[in-house]
């Protein structure tokens, strides 16, 4: 099997989807009753959160990927002339 890298934003995103899926899926089973309009908010609120952590897992890979090109091993620079 290929590796590929790991997206938390689509893992939070397809989280939040299944959650409405089965919000849905208890109305129709007749486990609770749900108002049509709840889903949505659940939905807006779970697909901003996922693109809040989609976002912040490429600040980081991009800064992970900035400091391995910069200074070859991947080490935080530092300023050369500071005295400890």
């Known amino acids: ?10 893992l939070v995103a397809g989280a ?6 089965v919000i849905y899926a208890g109305d ?3 486990a609770w009753e749900t108002p049509w309009f709840v889903v949505i908010p659940v939905v ?3 697909l901003s959160l996922a693109a809040g952590v989609a976002l912040m897992a490429r600040g ?4 992970r990927r900035v400091g ?10 530092t300023e050369q002339g500071a005295s400890r």
């Not at 939040?16 to 899926?21: I, K, N």
């Not at 980081?60 to 800064?63: E, G, L, T, V």
């Open 44 to 46: 807006l609120a779970g």
């Open 68 to 77: 391995r090109t910069e200074g070859g091993s991947g080490a935080i620079p």
């Open 16 to 21: 939040v989807l299944t959650l409405a899926g």
């Open 1 to 10: 099997m290929l590796r590929h890298e790991f997206q938390p934003g689509r």
């Open 28 to 30: 129709a089973g007749g």
């Open 60 to 63: 980081i890979r991009r800064r």
